[in-house]
T-cell receptor
Framework: EAGVVQSPRYKIIEKKQPVAFWCNPI?????LYWYLQNLGQGPELLIR????????DSQLPKDRFSAERLKGVDSTLKIQPAELGDSAVYLC???????????FGPGTRLTVL | QQQVKQSPQSLIVQKGGISIINCAYE??????FPWYQQFPGKGPALLIA?????SEKKEGRFTISFNKSAKQFSLHIMDSQPGDSATYFC?????????????FGSGTQLTVLP
């Protein structure tokens, strides 16, 4: 069984530029999570999807961050414009509706110069 | 109300020793307590999890001890090996409905010396 796939693995951009991250969850997992992980810290939830519906986006900075999960499968997280403080690892995870066992992708390491 | 506090921040043990990492939570509605292991450049991977209806769960060399009244839980790694060197995160959350999300601790960087 393939795991959670994320791309790109690394991204370096200049501040004020836009950036997008892509996630493909484990097949059959209807719950998808985007997390932010700062260096030396635990993951922090940005948004959770149940199928195509965003059920918790309270921690998503909506002035610059947006996410979508069209058709309830893969998802895209976008930052526009990026700021220096956005440098971090962006993790995607998925789980089935009957479980809270979350499976994480390898993450995208974003560096904003 | 949603915090999960983890200690120590870093831990160094000798091969064959016992590694102990502690966590405390505040939200009494939490009913699912997993531990995740993360290697550099990788995403966190589920190691072991416990529900509050039991006080201990053991899987191989890994044991979770859970104290519901104190709102604390801990991970014990017996016979620690150099391959166990990684960052460990505790987490707490719910198992069903809108509570199915996790709040993570800040992590413990474990180094097992050969």
């Amino acid at each position: 069984e393939a795991g959670v796939v994320q791309s790109p693995r690394y991204k370096i951009i200049e501040k004020k530029q836009p950036v997008a991250f892509w996630c493909n969850p484990i097949s059959g997992h209807n719950t998808l999570y985007w997390y932010l992980q700062n260096l030396g810290q635990g993951p922090e939830l940005l948004i959770r999807y149940e199928n195509e519906e965003a059920v918790d986006d309270s921690q998503l900075p909506k002035d610059r961050f947006s996410a979508e999960r069209l058709k309830g499968v893969d998802s895209t997280l976008k930052i526009q414009p990026a700021e220096l403080g956005d440098s971090a690892v962006y993790l995607c995870a998925s789980s089935s509706y009957s479980s809270n066992e979350q499976f994480f992708g390898p993450g995208t390491r974003l560096t904003v110069l | 109300q949603q915090q999960v506090k983890q200690s120590p921040q870093s831990l160094i043990v000798q091969k064959g020793g016992i590694s102990i990492i502690n966590c405390a939570y505040e939200n009494t509605a939490f009913d699912y307590f997993p531990w995740y292991q993360q290697f550099p450049g990788k995403g966190p991977a589920l190691l072991i999890a416990i529900r509050p209806d039991v006080s201990e769960k053991k899987e191989g060399r890994f044991t979770i001890s859970f104290n519901k009244s104190a709102k604390q839980f801990s991970l014990h790694i017996m016979d620690s090996q150099p391959g166990d060197s990684a960052t460990y995160f505790c987490a707490a959350g719910g198992l069903s409905g809108s509570a199915r999300q996790l709040t993570f601790g800040s992590g413990t960087q474990l180094t097992v010396l050969p």
